[in-house]
């Protein structure tokens, strides 16, 4: 379990720092130097919220689940505490970011959410069997989109409102992302499960 909250907050760690490339550079490019903190999350087999929740399958995962996404949260937060201090002005960026999420409210979020997961447990997949081209298109492609992301919303969220200006609402749309994030990661086991395999002899 130790090993589990290391490489989940290093996991917090890399996403953020693809969260600060995105907030400095924005746009397309932005999006695509964002890449970098998941590549590095599969090429290391880090523990992100959303590149295990599509792969659960044992009790241990289901118990380790909750910790990562705490782990997740504690590696972003320390890197907005960084960056909040060193480049303060990208807090104005992550504040537009979050008062989107706010504006669009927890359903809204949760479906925005849910396409991000679908793309998420695709490119892992892909990464898992040596293939890193999807996870490179993938990643841009949530973002520029507009769908959302629960680890790097909680960089985003840190950075914009610290510890202390959390509001119930901000809280709650944050859950709606990994909500969200869960139901899409597993979109593919879900609908596979309900429709019914065929015999060879049809």
Known sequence: MRKTVIDSILAGICISI??????????????????????????????????VSGFVETKRDWIELPVIILGNIVGCALVALAIKSAI?????????????RLDKGF???????????????????FARQKMWLPLLFGIPLFIMCGFVHSIADAFYYSLA???????????????????????GC??????????PRQSNQE
């Open 18 to 51: 693809g969260g600060v490339a995105f907030l400095k550079v924005g746009g397309i490019m932005g999006a695509v130097l964002f890449s970098f903190g998941l590549i590095t999350v599969v090429c290391y087999k880090m523990k992100l919220y959303t590149g």
């Open 88 to 100: 303060p002005e990208l807090a104005d960026t992550a504040h537009k970011i979050v008062d989107g």
């Open 107 to 125: 359903w809204n979020v949760t479906l925005l959410a849910v396409f991000c997961g679908f793309i998420m447990t695709t490119v892992v997949n």
């Open 161 to 183: 409102l610290g510890v202390t200006d959390w509001t119930p609402q901000a809280l709650l749309v944050y859950l709606a992302s990994i909500l969200g994030n869960f139901i």
């Open 186 to 195: 597993n979109l593919y086991r879900t609908l596979q499960l309900a429709v």
